[in-house]
């Protein structure tokens, strides 16, 4: 909800890249039709529609994520009387904080992984 106040009531507030609290309005959005989807994935029956629906609305947060990122950090220099501060430090910090989750969810899986082979490969040297 924060993301979706900050980029409607700044949405006009930054002349040095018009698309920083467009990119902020719909990464709103998209926050809350994906924690909307993920609700209705654990309480229905109709698991695959929003099954694909969320890894739908997954990869365009992933593209949505890249995109912000060359809007966002190519005028971190230069962004001060230019962008409203509040605005673009949000932007610039939601965006770090993604990558942090990002990376986190990545490492998660690799040691997931790893932890995996090896009890396989427990598995059959027990049994093998």
Avoid at 9 to 23: A, D, M, N, W
Avoid at 50 to 59: A, V
């Amino acid at each position: 909800m924060t993301c979706l106040h900050t980029g409607t009531f700044y949405l006009g507030e930054c002349s040095l890249e018009r698309h920083i609290p467009v990119y902020v309005l719909v990464q709103g959005v998209l926050f809350l039709l994906i924690g909307c989807t993920l609700v209705m994935l654990l309480s229905s029956d109709k698991l695959i529609l929003f099954f694909l629906f969320f890894c739908t609305l997954s990869i365009f947060w992933f593209c949505w994520l890249i995109t912000g990122s060359i809007w966002v950090f190519r005028h971190y220099l230069s962004y001060h009387g230019q962008c409203h501060d509040v605005l673009y430090l949000f932007a610039f910090w939601t965006l770090i904080v993604q990558y942090i989750g990002l990376s986190i969810a990545f490492l998660a899986s690799v040691i997931y992984c790893c932890f995996f082979c090896i009890m396989l490969w427990a598995c059959l040297a027990v049994h093998g």
